[in-house]
């Protein structure tokens, strides 16, 4: 059976840091293009961070990050544990939303989404 669970949620002061993790069962992560979105209340969902997947073509293993992100978030996967990580520090207010990851196939029309978890900045 094929599935995600997210992990790794929660409240968190401004200044803290959270790593979500997203765990896929029933398939492989190797030729999946797998990013982190993100959605605040009100707000459109938007993605925060991706990474390529392994097979041949353009964005191989490419790893891209949200400019309102960047040099606080990181993506990485470990394939032995078929698990991506989003890893957040210095967390702000502005950070609040329930974070989904997102799989979707480098050549074939298949694409998984995690149920979400929420991620609340607030002193």
């Known amino acids: 059976q094929l599935q995600l669970e997210e992990s790794g949620g929660g409240l968190v002061q401004p200044g803290g840091s959270l790593r979500l993790a997203c765990a896929a069962t029933?398939?492989?992560?190797?030729?999946?293009?797998i990013g982190w979105f993100r959605q605040a209340p009100g707000k459109e969902r938007e993605r925060v961070s991706c990474?390529?997947?392994?097979?041949?073509?353009?964005?191989?293993?490419?790893?891209n990050y949200a400019d309102s992100v960047k040099g606080r978030f990181t993506i990485s996967k470990d394939t032995t544990k078929n698990t991506v990580y989003l890893q957040m520090n210095s967390l702000k207010s502005d950070d609040t939303a329930v974070y989904y990851c997102?799989?979707?196939?480098?050549?074939?029309?298949?694409?998984?989404w995690g149920q979400g978890t929420q991620v609340t900045v607030s002193s």
């Open positions: 997102n799989f979707k196939h480098q050549y074939f029309t298949r694409e998984y």
């Open positions: 990474i390529g997947g392994v097979g041949p073509g353009s964005g191989v293993g490419i790893i």
């Open positions: 029933g398939f492989s992560l190797d030729l999946y293009n």
